[in-house]
C-alpha cells in the first residue's frame, strides 16, 4: 500500500506518516523543506521499505503539477492521498492584503483540488482508493481573527463534499477531518498545557482506523476537538 502525504514534516501529516509508515505503509512524502524532509526520511527509513521525498511549493500550480507527474512516473498506483497542506494568516478579511486571501487558498484550496483531481481520477479508473482532506473546525463556522483561513477552509470542504459524491460509485472513499486546536508549530510558544489541545498523534490514530473500517462504509466527516479548551 502506498499513501500521498502534503505537509508531510510538522503536526498533523508528520503523525500521519509515521502511523502509516509502522503499519507496512510505502510513503510519499511531500512539504515545502528538503532539510525537513530528509530529517523525517532518515528517522523512518528501514531497508527494503519504500520512503519517497518531494520539495514542492503548493502555492505555485506548475509546481504541484510537477510533483504529481513525477509521484506517477516513480510511484505508480497510490492508495491514499493526505491533503494536509495548508497555513494559517491570522487578521481581518476587511483590513489584510489580498495576498493574504491568495496565499490561504492557493494552499488550503487549490493544491487539495489539483492532488485530489489528478489522484482521484486514478483511483476511479482502478476502482479503490481513500482520499482524506484536512480540513478544520473553521470549516463549518469562522475563527475570530482568521476570516480569510475560514472561506478557505470551507471551500475545501465543499470540495470534499464533491470528491465524495462524484467517486463513491466507484469504491472511492473520501473523508474530511475538521479538527479544533491541535498541537502543532502554530501554538509553539504557548503556555497552554498540552492537554488542552487536540494532539496529532489522535487525529493519526483516528485516520489508521478509518482505513481498516469494512469495504463498504465511508466516514464522511470526523469532528475532533478538545475536551475543554
Known amino acids: 500500500m502506498k499513501a500521498v502525504i502534503t505537509g508531510a514534516t510538522k503536526g498533523i501529516g508528520r503523525a500521519i506518516a509515521i502511523k502509516l509508515w509502522e503499519n507496512g505503509y510505502d510513503l510519499v512524502l511531500a512539504a515545502r523543506s528538503v532539510n525537513e524532509l530528509e530529517a523525517l526520511r532518515d528517522e523512518l527509513f528501514i531497508t527494503g521499505r519504500s520512503i519517497a521525498i518531494y520539495s514542492v511549493d503548493f502555492s505555485v500550480k506548475t509546481s504541484v503539477y510537477q510533483f504529481l507527474n513525477q509521484v506517477d512516473e516513480e510511484a505508480g498506483f ?6 494536509n497542506v ?8 476587511l483590513d489584510e492584503a489580498d495576498e493574504t486571501f491568495e496565499k490561504q487558498q492557493n494552499l488550503n484550496v487549490n493544491a487539495g483540488y489539483y492532488t485530489s483531481k489528478f489522484f482521484g481520477k486514478k483511483m476511479r ?18 475563527v475570530k481573527n482568521g476570516g480569510s483561513y475560514s472561506v478557505t477552509k470551507a471551500a475545501m470542504l465543499s470540495l470534499n463534499h464533491v470528491l465524495r459524491q462524484e467517486l463513491a460509485p466507484h469504491n472511492v472513499k473520501v473523508t474530511a477531518f475538521l479538527p479544533g486546536s491541535t498541537k502543532t508549530a502554530s501554538w509553539e510558544g ?8 487536540v494532539q496529532p498523534e489522535d487525529i493519526a490514530e483516528t485516520l489508521f482506523t478509518i482505513l481498516n473500517l469494512s469495504k463498504g462504509v465511508n466516514v464522511d466527516e470526523v469532528l475532533i476537538t478538545p475536551l475543554d479548551f
Request: with cysteine; aromatic share 8%; hydrophobic share 40%.
Open 78 to 83: 497510490i492508495d491514499v492521498l493526505v491533503n
Open 86 to 93: 495548508g497555513t494559517f494568516l491570522p487578521g481581518s478579511m
Open 125 to 142: 479508473t482502478e476502482g479503490r482508493g481513500h482520499i482524506f482532506n484536512i480540513c478544520s473546525v473553521a470549516s463549518k463556522a469562522p
Open 190 to 197: 504557548t503556555s497552554i498545557p498540552d492537554e488542552k489541545f
